[in-house]
Every structure is written in C-alpha cells, then in structure tokens.
C-alpha cells in the first residue's frame, strides 16, 4: 500500500490548473523561501501520512464538478517531487477516473541522476500539466530568496521543454526582491528559449501566512514590505509574457 506524507487538501481549488480541483499540499520541501505562506510544510516529518486509496475516496466525491469544470487534481506543496513515488501511484489511479493531472512545483530536487529520472519519467506518463514556480533567474538571489542556488532548477525547465511536457510558469513578484525589471527581462529571455509553456502567471507577493511564521517561532524578514501595486503586477505581466510570443 503506497502511502505519502501531507500537509492538508482543498477541496474545491481554483488557482492551481484549469476548473476546479482537488488540490493536495504534500509535507517536505528543500527550500526556505523568505515569502512562504506554508512554512508548516517544510518539515518532512510533518503532516500525515495518508494512502493513495484514501485520496481517490475523496476525489470521487467531488468528480461532478471537477468534470463540469473541466478541472481535475493538482498536487502541491511543500514540494511534491520528494515523494514522487507516492505521486506516480495516486496519478495512475486518477488516469483509471480520467482525471486531469497537474503538479505544483518548484523543481527544488530536480536531478540528472539515472535513478531520479527514471521514477521521474514514469510519473511524467501520467502527468498532464506542471506548475514550474520559478522563484529568480539569478543564481545568487535565487539563492538569497531561497537558501539554494537554481542551476538544476532551470536545467528542469529545459528538460520538461524537451520532452514536451506542458507547462505553466509561475513567478511571484516581491518588491525588493523579484520586481526589478532586468531581472524579469532576464527571465523572460529564458522562457523564450523553451517550447512548452501555456500560459504564465504573475502571482502578487502577500502577507497571509506570516502568522504561521510567527506562530512557529521563525524570524521573518519581510515583515515591512507590503504586496505589489496593480502598475507593478501588470508590469510584471507584459515582461514576462513578452517570451510567449516566440513560443507559441
């Protein structure tokens, strides 16, 4: 019986892939994220460990609307690649249901090794979408923003392009940190380079889980920047989706 570690679900999600989902948020993630708004998913050790069998119970549940919708699951997270395993299964299960996959990741554990890409291979066959969060085209700010630097990061990004996985590109935008215009043109240079993306989202940095922060009793540096303007946001927007119209 596979199982996997979590953090929570949503049952009715609707910013993570296209209609309505059922949206699982994995525990464990190798990133430190200054921003994070889920810092209680760090831990691997964390959340519960719940069954594949136990996830399709419910998503059945719900199929009317996610089918109408034409929705389907994402996985999330923490970073959901840790526990590839477990996605593979529970995807296979979900392709019996015709249901639309999708996973939200940030590619943090991404390696070249044969036996990572292997496993990694074999969930791709039942992956249907890929929710690439690109945190910074720099190494060093990436880095800074993170606590790890994004070679492999973007190298998987170059690897889902090849092998023509679709893709949606995510980018948050943090004043201060991410919203300086060289580095979103930076950024859009690279995503002209790859062949896959669907669509490219900017999403406006907020301070809704800061409380968990504190709550956890992690210091958090970001406590006096405020969200995006709409100018910023829009800005942001026209930089980034400027890479699309060579792609597609």
Partial sequence: MVTGRIHSTESFGTVDGPGIRYVVFT??????????HNPDTWKMNGGKEITVEEIIREVKDYLPFIESSGGGITVSGGEPLLQIEFLT???????????HTA????GSCFS?????????EELLKYTDLILLDIKHIDREKHKNITGMDNDHILDFAKYLSDKKIPVWIRHVLVPGLTD????????????????????????PYHKLGV???????????????????????????????SARLRVL
């Fill in 89 to 99: 299964e529970l995807f296979k299960e979900c392709k019996k249901l015709h249901i």
């Fill in 27 to 36: 525990q464990g993630c190798p990133l430190r994220c200054r921003y994070c």
């Fill in 103 to 106: 996973i939200d990741t940030a």
């Fill in 112 to 120: 070249r090794r044969e036996s990572f890409l292997k496993k990694l």
């Fill in 180 to 203: 300086f215009d060289p580095d979103l043109k930076r950024l859009a240079r690279f995503l002209r380079t790859l062949t896959n993306i669907e669509k490219i989202e900017v999403l």
């Fill in 211 to 241: 409380y968990k922060w504190k709550t956890l009793g992690i210091p958090y540096t970001l406590e006096h920047t405020e969200p995006p303007s709409e100018e910023r946001v829009k800005n942001a927007e026209k930089i980034l989706n």
